[in-house]
C-alpha cells in the first residue's frame, strides 16, 4: 500500500465485491495498527485497529490481519459499497509513542 | 463522539501574511498534533503538544509555530505565508501516553498566493 510519486495504488472493485487493501510495515518493534478511511475533502476517521499480540480484529463489514512475521497488514471490507470509496491508509506505532507513522494510502474505487 | 473542529475549511491568504488555524477537540484529550497533507506525500508531522504550553517539533516545523494555551484548542501559525504552505492542514487530538488513536478534523484546505 505505499504510493510512489504522485500517485497513490488504487484498487477499483465492484459493488458487492470483497476488497482487500494492504500495507507494509518496516519497523519490527511496531506495537499497535491503525486504519484510516479518508474520504474526498475530509479528515481520516477511524476504522479499526489491532495490537501486535492479535493477527486478526472483526469490525462491522471490516477485518484486519496483521502477519509479523513478513510485516504486513491488511484490511478486508466484506460486500463493498460505493459509500467506502475513499483512501485508506494504515499508520503504526511502537514503544509506548503517541506518534504514529502513516503509510501513504490506497485509494479504493467502488463502482456502481 | 470525539469531535475535532477546526476553525476554517478553506482559506486564501496572500504571501507574506500572518495566518492562524485554529484547532478545538471536546474529549479532554491530552495530546493534541497539526499535520500536513500534501499529495504523495502523506501525512507529515508539524508540531504535536502533549500537555497546556507544552510544544514539541514535527518533522517539518520550519516556518510554523503552534500555541496551547487551554487543553482543548492547538493553534497553528504560519507566521509569514509562502506558496510553499499551501496544502491540507489536518489537527489531529489523542489521550495519552498509551492511547495512540488519532481523532482528526476535516481540515483546512490553505491557498496561499
Known amino acids: 500500500g505505499e504510493s510512489v510519486g504522485l500517485h497513490l495504488p488504487t484498487l477499483s472493485v465492484q459493488e458487492g465485491d470483497n476488497s482487500i487493501i494492504n500495507c507494509a510495515y518496516s519497523?519490527?518493534?511496531?506495537?499497535?495498527f491503525i486504519w484510516y478511511k479518508q474520504e474526498s475533502g475530509k479528515g481520516p476517521q477511524f476504522i479499526i485497529d489491532?495490537?501486535?499480540?492479535?493477527d486478526k480484529r472483526q469490525g462491522q463489514r471490516v477485518t484486519v490481519l496483521l502477519n509479523k512475521t513478513v510485516k504486513h497488514l491488511s484490511l478486508q471490507i466484506a460486500a463493498t459499497q460505493p459509500g467506502d470509496s475513499a483512501v485508506y491508509f494504515c499508520?503504526?506505532?511502537?514503544?509506548?509513542?503517541?506518534?504514529?507513522?502513516f503509510g501513504r494510502g490506497t485509494s479504493l474505487i467502488v463502482h456502481p | 463522539d470525539v469531535k475535532v473542529t477546526q476553525s476554517s475549511r478553506y482559506l486564501v491568504k496572500r504571501t507574506g501574511e500572518k495566518v492562524f488555524l485554529e484547532c478545538v477537540q471536546d474529549?479532554?484529550?491530552?495530546?493534541m498534533f497539526w499535520y500536513r497533507q500534501d499529495p504523495g506525500l502523506g501525512l507529515r508531522l508539524i508540531y504535536f503538544?502533549?500537555?497546556?504550553?507544552?510544544?514539541e517539533k514535527g518533522d517539518i516545523p520550519e516556518g510554523y509555530s503552534v500555541s496551547r494555551e487551554k487543553k482543548e484548542r492547538f493553534s497553528l501559525i504560519l507566521e509569514s505565508a509562502s506558496t510553499n504552505q499551501t496544502s491540507m492542514y489536518l489537527c489531529?487530538?489523542?489521550?495519552?501516553?498509551?492511547?495512540?488513536?488519532?481523532?482528526f478534523g476535516p481540515g483546512t484546505r490553505l491557498l496561499v498566493l
Open positions: 489531529a487530538s489523542s489521550s495519552g501516553p498509551r492511547r495512540e488513536t488519532q481523532y
Open positions: 519497523n519490527s518493534a511496531s506495537d499497535y
Open positions: 489491532i495490537r501486535s499480540n492479535m
Open positions: 499508520a503504526e506505532t511502537s514503544g509506548g509513542s503517541y506518534i504514529p507513522t
Open positions: 474529549m479532554d484529550h491530552e495530546n
Open positions: 503538544s502533549y500537555d497546556v504550553k507544552m510544544k
